[in-house]
Every structure is written in structure tokens, then in C-alpha cells.
């Protein structure tokens, strides 16, 4: 199996690389509106942001951020195939403008534009990050009642984009090899994560070691994107990243052999993308070798407590718990190649 990786240094609001209906899956984290470091961002995206913040008025400000990213749903809305899958991991923000100290809630604001665009919302995840410190934020110590709660978590918003469902010709090859788990789906499924955890990243501009060096929140683990696209697409699909970053969605997409694009502002990250790419066999063979060993721990609690399995997997010495799971087969990655923009990808089944 061969796949495809691009990566587009250019604003995603219009994406000119990308014709109609040519991804199936969208997995992305974009800036967060009215969190401090994405101002600069916002700023030259719409000069008339800086100008609500200078004045004072966070609630313009909050409303011009997110009219500039509905832009680039609108070209969601363009590029995905009709039933695709947008998933946007977002977290709400807290601020102070002026004298008003209140909540700006994103995911909100998000699920109302991609409903106005016609997207169907499907049920969100919940995920929960590390605390910023051992200690809660406090509005006033230990007195109540002007204390605050402290955001822990973020959303995975799901969205459909038009009211039916893709299909698919019956038995088709690469949607049962993509199939998942059983103990897998019950638990990427569930609407609250609480085993994956954020990071703090360092990342190097193109600058140099002795350039600017970006720290943020790691709100994007690899393991976020990587659940996503096995849920929500099939082995051969592209997932598109408007907002790619450092392409953890792209690693990932390479990692579950799907196809990925990418769109990114700041030219620097292409450098630290080049580099993950160096570790990416690595990062493919033991995604796959996790996988099968936790099914493998599975089958060996449920015999234990004295359960049976029906089925056996058509690739893997191992029982699995229903018809749909039989033909499960995961793939780790061959070979690498750089292109323009880019990596072409050769795939081959795992072998345990």
C-alpha cells in the first residue's frame, strides 16, 4: 500500500492545493481564541482583533478570532467528501480585558459556525490535560464564593458534514481491514479520555538554536489524532490539518497508513516535521506492536475469567469477540521517500 503525505506552507482560509470533496477525514487543533499566545496570530489575520483588544472589548475581539477561523471552515466545507468527518480539538479560555474576568467558550462558538455551515454535530470527547500547577486557581484563596473553577480539559468536537452517512460497496477490503477492536471501540468511544495527557513541547524555529525558541502547551498528543483517524476513517483516506503545526496529524495518518495535508502559516515547522519523519518506522511498527499486544492482554483477562470467544482473526494467531473484527489487519511502514512538499509512503502488514 502506498500513501501520500503533503505539506503546504499557506493560509488555510483558501486552500488552492485541494479541489472539492478531496479528503475524507479532518483532525486538527486550531489557535485558541482570546488565549494570550495566539494573539500576535490573530492580530495579522484581522488587524480590526487588535484593535478590539486595545480597546478593551474582549467580546468583539472573541467574535472577530472566530470570524477569521470560519473562514477556514467554510473551506472544510468545501474540500470534505459528502459524509466526512471533522474532528477540531479546542479548549475554552479564561481572561481578563479591561475590569471583566469570564470564560470565552470556544467549543460553543465552533459547534454554532459548523452547524450554520450545514454539519451535522455529533457527540463530543472530552479529554483531560495536566493542571498548570498542583494548586487550583483561585479567585479569592479559601474564601468563598469568588473563586473559580480551573479548566482541565478540552473538547473533541465531531461533526458530519451533511446528513448522511459515506458508503461503502458491501464487504469492501479496506474498511473491514481497517476495523478496530472490540475493547478498542468501547474505549475511543467513550465521550471522557482520561488516559491521554498533554506535554510541554519546546519547538526550534527555522531561526536556529540561537533563534526564538516556541514553548506551548502540548494540547495535541500523537495519540489524540492517531484514535481519531481509526475511528473515523479507512485504511487509503486523507486526513486533512489546516492548521498542521509541528504535523502530529500527519504522523499519525502515516503511522495508520491514510493519506494526509497539510496547511501551515510558519515555514519553520516544516524543519521539525523533517526530523519526526526520521523516527516514523519506528513510531509505525510500535503502534502497531501496542495495538495487538493490548488485544492479546484482552483475550488473556477475558479467558481468565472464564469467557469464550467465537471468532479467531483471518491475519493474527488471536480470538476476537465479533464477525466484524475477523479481518482486522494492521500496517506498519516500509519505506520513506522524500518528495516535493512532501513524503510518498510504502506500506506492508504487520507481521507480529
Known amino acids: 500500500m502506498e500513501t501520500s503525505h503533503r505539506a503546504f506552507v499557506g493560509d488555510s482560509r483558501e486552500?488552492?492545493?485541494?479541489?472539492?470533496?478531496?479528503?475524507?477525514?479532518?483532525?486538527t487543533s486550531p489557535p485558541y481564541p482570546m488565549i494570550e499566545m495566539w494573539d500576535d496570530l490573530f492580530r495579522s489575520l484581522d488587524p480590526a482583533v487588535g484593535n478590539a483588544l486595545d480597546d478593551g472589548d474582549g467580546r468583539r475581539a472573541f467574535e472577530l478570532m472566530h470570524e477569521a477561523l470560519g473562514d477556514v471552515w467554510d473551506e472544510l466545507a468545501r474540500?470534505?467528501?459528502?459524509?466526512?468527518?471533522?474532528?477540531?480539538?479546542?479548549?475554552?479560555?479564561?481572561?481578563?480585558?479591561?475590569?471583566?474576568?469570564?470564560?470565552y467558550q470556544n467549543h460553543a462558538r465552533i459547534v454554532e459556525a459548523f452547524d450554520a455551515l450545514g454539519f451535522e454535530p455529533l457527540p463530543d470527547i472530552l479529554w483531560r490535560k495536566p493542571a498548570n500547577s498542583a494548586a487550583k486557581f483561585m479567585g479569592s484563596g479559601m474564601l468563598p464564593p469568588n473563586a473559580y473553577a480551573t479548566l482541565e480539559h478540552e473538547y473533541l468536537l465531531v461533526?458530519?458534514?451533511?446528513?448522511?452517512?459515506?458508503?461503502f460497496e458491501p464487504g469492501a477490503e479496506w474498511r473491514y481491514?481497517?476495523?478496530?477492536?472490540?475493547?478498542?471501540?468501547?474505549?475511543w468511544f467513550s465521550d471522557l479520555w482520561t488516559d491521554v495527557r498533554g506535554t510541554v513541547q519546546t519547538v526550534e524555529t527555522d531561526e536556529g538554536a540561537d533563534g526564538d525558541l516556541r514553548e506551548r502547551s502540548a494540547a495535541y498528543p500523537f495519540e489524540i489524532p492517531s484514535r481519531l483517524i481509526h475511528m473515523y476513517s479507512v485504511y487509503g483516506d486523507t486526513v486533512l490539518d489546516p492548521?498542521?503545526?509541528?504535523?502530529?496529524?500527519?504522523?499519525?495518518?502515516?503511522?495508520?497508513?491514510?493519506?494526509?495535508?497539510?496547511?501551515?502559516?510558519?515555514?519553520?515547522?516544516?524543519?521539525?516535521?523533517e526530523e519526526a519523519v526520521a523516527?516514523?518506522?519506528?513510531?509505525?511498527?510500535?503502534?502497531?506492536?501496542?495495538?495487538?499486544?493490548?488485544?492479546?492482554?484482552?483475550?488473556?483477562?477475558?479467558?481468565?475469567?472464564?469467557?469464550?470467544f467465537a471468532y479467531d482473526a483471518e491475519h493474527y494467531d488471536v480470538p476476537v469477540t465479533?464477525?466484524?473484527?475477523?479481518?482486522?489487519?494492521?500496517?506498519?511502514?516500509?519505506?520513506?521517500?522524500?518528495?516535493?512538499?512532501?513524503?510518498?509512503?510504502a506500506h506492508e502488514p504487520y507481521t507480529a
Open 79 to 103: 474540500v470534505l467528501v459528502d459524509g466526512g468527518v471533522a474532528c477540531v480539538n479546542v479548549g475554552d479560555a479564561t481572561r481578563t480585558v479591561r475590569d471583566s474576568f469570564r470564560v
Open 159 to 167: 461533526f458530519r458534514n451533511g446528513t448522511e452517512r459515506r458508503s
Open 177 to 187: 481491514e481497517s476495523a478496530y477492536f472490540w475493547e478498542e471501540r468501547n474505549e
Open 243 to 273: 492548521f498542521w503545526g509541528t504535523g502530529t496529524t500527519s504522523l499519525a495518518a502515516m503511522a495508520a497508513a491514510r493519506n494526509s495535508v497539510g496547511y501551515e502559516l510558519d515555514e519553520g515547522f516544516i524543519n521539525v516535521f
Open 322 to 345: 465479533t464477525k466484524q473484527e475477523r479481518r482486522i489487519r494492521l500496517y506498519t511502514i516500509e519505506s520513506v521517500e522524500a518528495v516535493e512538499n512532501g513524503y510518498d509512503v
Open 279 to 308: 523516527d516514523i518506522k519506528t513510531i509505525s511498527r510500535r503502534a502497531a506492536e501496542a495495538r495487538l499486544d493490548r488485544h492479546e492482554r484482552f483475550v488473556e483477562e477475558r479467558r481468565a475469567d472464564g469467557e469464550t
Open 15 to 27: 486552500m488552492t492545493a485541494l479541489s472539492e470533496d478531496s479528503v475524507e477525514l479532518v483532525v
